[in-house]
T-cell receptor, first 114, second 116 residues
Framework: EDQVTQSPEALRLQEGESSSLNCSYT??????LFWYRQDPGKGPEFLFT???AGEEKEKERLKATLTKKESFLHITAPKPEDSATYLC???????????????FGKGTLLTVNP | ETGVTQTPRHLVMGMTNKKSLKCEQH?????MYWYKQSAKKPLELMFV???????ENNSVPSRFSPECPNSSHLFLHLHTLQPEDSALYLC???????????????FGPGTRLTVT
């Protein structure tokens, strides 16, 4: 069974204090790993897709990296507007339900204080 | 309208009521999804439609009944719900479900459902 574990559950940073969020996964053949941002009372907003170990993607202050067992979301010099819950999800390889099924973690609640 | 829209945004219903949630996507996608998001739990996939055909019914109780009349619209009909069904219900859409590909799912803002 595919599993996704995110840590920490909650992270509080001062503005400008860089840090990383972790997403550990077990999946039968990774087809893709996704990062989403979710603000309170809203739906998840797509950030990145990573496909293979060693891949990196960046968007503004966020950089996502991928290894064979985990992914990191690095946040450089965060601002209060980066406060949100960050969700990680994996899609397994194969056929059938693998074509659409994402396994999500519980998320990391990030709070950035001014 | 752009992206994925959902109505209503908030819904309070009694256990004997019947109500429907509506989702519309403006992204030209042909797959649509219903998810349930409860506090402290990961998103739970409920239903998946591809080209208006249901391809997944993830052991969801029959008091939840989906309907997909076309590739842009998705409904979730609710009846005789239980208090534990209170949650955020999210709709998502993606490109088609061809084998071997990876498709990002784009989410709507959700409907916050409270069952009293």
């Amino acid at each position: 069974e595919d599993q996704v574990t995110q840590s920490p559950e909650a992270l509080r940073l001062q503005e400008g204090e860089s840090s990383s969020l972790n997403c550990s996964y077990t999946v039968s053949g990774l087809r893709g790993l996704f990062w989403y941002r979710q603000d309170p009372g809203k739906g998840p907003e797509f950030l990145f897709t990573l496909y293979s170990a060693g891949e990196e993607k960046e968007k503004e202050r966020l950089k996502a990296t991928l290894t064979k067992k985990e992914s990191f979301l690095h946040i450089t010099a965060p601002k209060p507007e980066d406060s949100a819950t960050y969700l990680c999800a994996v899609q397994a390889g194969g056929s059938g339900s693998s074509n659409y099924k994402l396994t999500f973690g519980k998320g990391t609640l990030l709070t950035v204080n001014p | 309208e752009t992206g994925v829209t959902q109505t209503p945004r908030h819904l309070v219903m009694g256990m004997t009521n019947k109500k429907s949630l509506k989702c519309e996507q403006h992204l030209g996608h042909n797959a649509m999804y219903w998810y349930k998001q409860s506090a402290k739990k990961p998103l739970e996939l409920m239903f998946v439609y591809s080209l208006e055909e249901r391809v997944e019914n993830n052991s969801v109780p029959s008091r939840f009944s989906p309907e997909c009349p076309n590739s842009s619209h998705l409904f979730l009909h609710l009846h005789t719900l239980q208090p534990e069904d209170s949650a955020l219900y999210l709709c998502a859409s993606s490109d088609g479900l061809a084998g071997g590909a990876t498709y990002e799912q784009y989410f709507g803002p959700g409907t916050r459902l409270t069952v009293t």
